[in-house]
C-alpha cells in the first residue's frame, strides 16, 4: 500500500488520517486527492461537529510531498506544478469547512505538512514536534496562501526566519511564535487532544460554527455587517432560548429545594 487518506466519524469527532507511516505520513497525488475528498466529506457531514486532522503514528504529522513520487515522470516540473494545484485544492477545501478543524502534529510536521496544518483554526502540538519548511534548499517558493498565513501568525521576521534557514523549530518556539496554539507531553498526547477536542465538541454546534465565521471575517477584514448578521441571527435562536430556559428551571428548582 503507498499510503491513503481517510475520514471516520465517531460521533460529533470526524477525523481525518493521513496514513503513510513508512514514509513519515508523506503525500503522494493520490492522497493529496484523498485529502480533498475529505475535507468535502467533513463539510457535507451534518453529524460531525469538529474535525481532527491528524497523522497516523507517532513520527509524523506529516513530512509534505513525497518527491519520489514528483520525479518519477520525465517532466518533473510539469508533476510538481500538478502537485502545487492538487495541494491548493485541498488546502482550500480544508479552509472552506465550517466546523473547527484542529490539527493534530505529532512528531515531524515538514514543507507541505506545515501547508496543510496551517489550513486547521486550532493546531494541537505534542512536545516532539519538529516544525520546519525546507522548500528554500530545493529552490522552491512556499504557497503563497500558506505564506501569507505564516506571517500573520508570526510577523514577517520570523516567517523570514523559518523559511530561509529552513531549519525546523521545536514545540516550545513554534507555541511562542502562534504557529502552534497549544502544547502536550508527547506521553499524554492523544488524552490531552480527546480532551480538548472533547470539550469543543461539546458546545452548541451553530454557535461554534458562528464563532469560526466571525473570527475568519475579522481575519479577512470584511466588513463588520457580514458578523452582525451572524451575531443576530445566534443571539435570537430556539437553541439560546431552550439553554436559558434550562437555566430558569434550574434555579427555580433550587429556590423550591
Request: contains cysteine; neutral net charge.
Amino acid at each position: 500500500m503507498t499510503g491513503q487518506v481517510t475520514l471516520t466519524v465517531d460521533g460529533a469527532i470526524g477525523t481525518i488520517l493521513i496514513d503513510n507511516p513508512k514514509k513519515r505520513n508523506s503525500f503522494s497525488l493520490a492522497m493529496v486527492d484523498g485529502l480533498h475528498e475529505a475535507a468535502r466529506g467533513v463539510a457535507g457531514n451534518p453529524a460531525i461537529r469538529v474535525a481532527v486532522l491528524r497523522g497516523a503514528g507517532s513520527a509524523a504529522f506529516s513530512a509534505g510531498m513525497d518527491f519520489d513520487t514528483l520525479t518519477e515522470d520525465a517532466d518533473i516540473l510539469g508533476r510538481f506544478a500538478l502537485a502545487d494545484r492538487k495541494m491548493e485544492r485541498a488546502a482550500e477545501a480544508l479552509g472552506a469547512v465550517e466546523v473547527p478543524i484542529v490539527a493534530a502534529l505529532r512528531g515531524a510536521c515538514i514543507g507541505g505538512g506545515v501547508h496543510i496544518a496551517l489550513t486547521a483554526d486550532l493546531r494541537f502540538a505534542a512536545d516532539d514536534l519538529a516544525f520546519g519548511i525546507p522548500a528554500v534548499s530545493l529552490g522552491i517558493v512556499y504557497p503563497l496562501g500558506a505564506l501569507e498565513t505564516l506571517v500573520a501568525l508570526s510577523g514577517p521576521s520570523a516567517a523570514k526566519a523559518l523559511l530561509l534557514e529552513g531549519k525546523p523549530i521545536g514545540a516550545a518556539e513554534a507555541l511562542a511564535l502562534g504557529y502552534v496554539d497549544r502544547v502536550a507531553p508527547a506521553a499524554d498526547f492523544d488524552a490531552a487532544l480527546a480532551a480538548f477536542v472533547g470539550r469543543i465538541a461539546e458546545q452548541p454546534a451553530a454557535t461554534v460554527r458562528g464563532y469560526k465565521r466571525i473570527i475568519d471575517n475579522f481575519a479577512a477584514g470584511a466588513p463588520l455587517a457580514s458578523s452582525i448578521a451572524v451575531r443576530d441571527a445566534l443571539n435570537r435562536s430556539d437553541e439560546l432560548l431552550a439553554r436559558l430556559e434550562a437555566v430558569r428551571r434550574q434555579r427555580d428548582a433550587k429556590r423550591k429545594g
